[in-house]
């Protein structure tokens, strides 16, 4: 998992629309302004929101983009789904598909490993929550505790 500007650029703005959520709307070029981000990506990353079902845009005088449901609704896994479509890719998901082959199938130690960890991040994000980035609160991780069964495979 990789966090590029995109996905950076992408959660600085949903915040930003988060701060702004049940009143008026703002433009791509406002929120340029605001997040210090070039024009042209805002349009691209507001593209992938909106797709994504994050943002709506409201056009005429007055338009522009507003959060398509309240901030305490949206979780910053949310923001990356909409930008990657996943979190983090299933290292070995290539295999079982057949796409390449894995002589280690079967014997592998270390798929648990990736697929552990996989769980613990999309869970983390997922429990973080706009209306917490808007208010500087996001929760602790807290240490997991795997059952050795899991990581045995």
Same mark, same amino acid.
């Given at each position: 998992m990789k966090i590029t500007s995109s996905i950076e650029y992408a959660t600085r703005l949903i915040v930003a629309? #988060?701060?702004?959520? =049940?009143g008026k709307s703002l433009a791509s070029k406002k929120l340029a302004e605001i997040e210090n981000i070039p024009a042209d990506f805002v349009d691209q990353i507001l593209m992938h929101l909106r797709r994504a079902g994050l943002v709506e845009s409201r056009? #005429?005088?007055?338009? =522009?983009y507003v959060?398509?449901?309240p901030p305490s609704e949206i979780?910053?896994?949310?923001?990356?789904?909409g930008m990657n479509g996943r979190i983090l890719d299933d290292v070995c998901e290539k295999?079982?598909?057949g796409e390449r082959?894995?002589?280690r199938q079967g014997s592998c130690k270390i798929s648990p490993v990736w697929r552990n960890l996989g769980n613990l991040i999309e869970n983390y994000l997922d429990s973080v929550t706009i209306e917490q980035l808007i208010g500087e609160k996001p929760p602790?991780?807290?240490s997991a505790q795997l059952p050795t069964a899991e990581m045995a495979g």
């Open positions: 629309l #988060g701060k702004f959520y =049940g056009r #005429g005088a007055g338009g =522009g959060l398509s449901r979780k910053l896994g949310d923001v990356l789904r295999y079982q598909s082959e894995c002589r602790c991780v807290q």
